[in-house]
């Protein structure tokens, strides 16, 4: 079955406290990306990985990294999470090459920072 | 620049009477246009997609839109509400260009309610 997994679901931290969700698709698409959905707002774009080794900034990318080693997995790492990443994040993939391409999600991971 | 608005953040109908969420979009180049759902603690899932074959596009569980380009909308419908169908949808608009290759980007959402 065609899928997009993030870990953990839910998480509640303390403010500094490193932080990271993992992700993985099994669809061997190039690209992937992390959104985060906040009410009113839908969802940004936080960063997208084109392939391997290839990754850049989307429209929020402050206070978040991320890194592309393996095809597969994305992770988002916050360095030092503080109460305004507080949000529902989503790992997203899809094919390269064609704005027409369907993008698949995961579940989402709800993320509380206090 | 692009981008997409949904006019309604919430929409409420009766259950068996028609679906109308609304979507408009401003793009500069052809864009691609979407309509995604995401059902309680679940993700995004594709509902249906115009890719600039056929202005009317169907999709899954009885929802179809349709792309004007006059009007620049793509609202989507469907005849006959179900309780299922409780959700909040998404538009995005995707288009080629950037360095990223291509770009989508969403709108704010619609929540709609089915009441029995």
């Known amino acids: 079955e065609a899928q997009v997994t993030q870990n953990p679901r839910y998480l509640i931290t303390v403010t500094g406290k490193k932080l990271t969700v993992t992700c993985s698709q099994n669809?061997?698409?190039?690209?992937m990306s992390w959104y985060r959905q906040d009410p009113g707002l839908g969802l940004r774009q936080i960063y997208y990985?084109?392939?391997?080794?290839?990754?850049d900034k989307g429209d929020v990318p402050e206070g978040y990294k991320v890194s592309r080693k393996e095809k597969r997995n994305f992770p988002l790492i916050l360095e030092s999470p503080s109460p305004n990443q507080t949000s529902l994040y989503f790992c997203a993939s899809s094919r390269t090459g064609d704005s027409g391409n369907t993008i698949y999600f995961g579940e989402g991971s709800w993320l509380t920072v206090v | 620049a692009q981008s997409v608005t949904q006019l309604g953040s919430h929409v409420s109908v009766s259950e068996g009477a028609l679906v109308l969420l609304r979507c408009n979009y401003s793009s500069s180049v052809p864009p691609y246009l979407f309509w995604y759902v995401q059902y309680p603690n679940q993700g995004l899932q594709l509902l249906l997609k115009?890719?600039?074959?056929?202005?009317l596009v169907k999709g899954i569980n009885g929802f179809e839109a349709e792309f004007k380009k006059s009007e620049t909308s793509f609202h989507l419908t469907k005849p006959s509400a179900h309780m299922s169908d409780a959700a909040e949808y998404f538009c995005a608009v995707s288009w080629r260009g950037g360095p990223g290759g291509f770009k989508t980007i969403f709108g704010a959402g619609t929540r709609l309610f089915v009441k029995a």
């Open positions: 115009y890719t600039s074959a056929a202005t």
């Open positions: 669809m061997n698409h190039e690209y």
């Open positions: 990985s084109m392939n391997v080794e290839v990754t």
